[in-house]
Nanobody, 117 residues
C-alpha cells in the first residue's frame, strides 16, 4: 500500500518561507506525475505544482516565481519550497501521486500552512 506523508507546514508571516516535504513509501519514479494541491477554507482543492517522471514541472499561475517543486529520488521525497508567502497561500497542502501503470491516484492527509502576521 502506497503511503504519502506530508510535513513542514506551520504558521509563517507574510513574506516568509516554508519547505514542505512528502515522504513516499515507494520510489517517486513509480509515479507520473507527483505534485502538490491545496485547499483553502471554503474553497475547492486546486493544483499548486506538479513534476513528471522526467522532471518537467508545472505551476499554477498564482505561485509561479515563488514556489519550487523538486524531488529527491534517493530519499523517496517530494518537496515544495514556498517563498514570498502571502495570506492567500493559507491552506491545507496535499501531496499527490499518480501511479500510471494502473491509473491509481494517491493522496496524503495534508499539512496546514497558515500565513498571518
Amino acid at each position: 500500500q502506497v503511503q504519502l506523508v506530508e510535513s513542514g507546514g506551520g504558521l509563517v508571516q507574510p513574506g516568509g518561507s516554508l519547505r514542505l516535504a512528502c515522504a513516499a513509501s515507494v520510489s517517486p519514479l513509480s509515479f507520473n506525475p507527483m505534485g502538490w494541491y491545496r485547499q483553502a477554507p471554503g474553497k475547492e482543492r486546486e493544483l499548486v505544482a506538479t513534476i513528471t517522471r522526467v522532471g518537467t514541472t508545472n505551476y499554477a499561475d498564482a505561485v509561479k516565481g515563488r514556489f519550487t517543486i523538486s524531488r529527491d529520488n534517493a530519499k523517496n521525497t517530494l518537496y515544495l519550497q514556498m517563498n514570498s508567502l502571502e495570506a492567500e497561500d493559507t491552506a491545507v497542502y496535499y501531496c499527490y501521486a499518480h501511479e500510471d501503470a494502473f491509473g491509481i491516484p494517491y493522496w496524503g492527509k495534508g499539512t496546514l500552512v497558515t500565513v498571518s502576521s
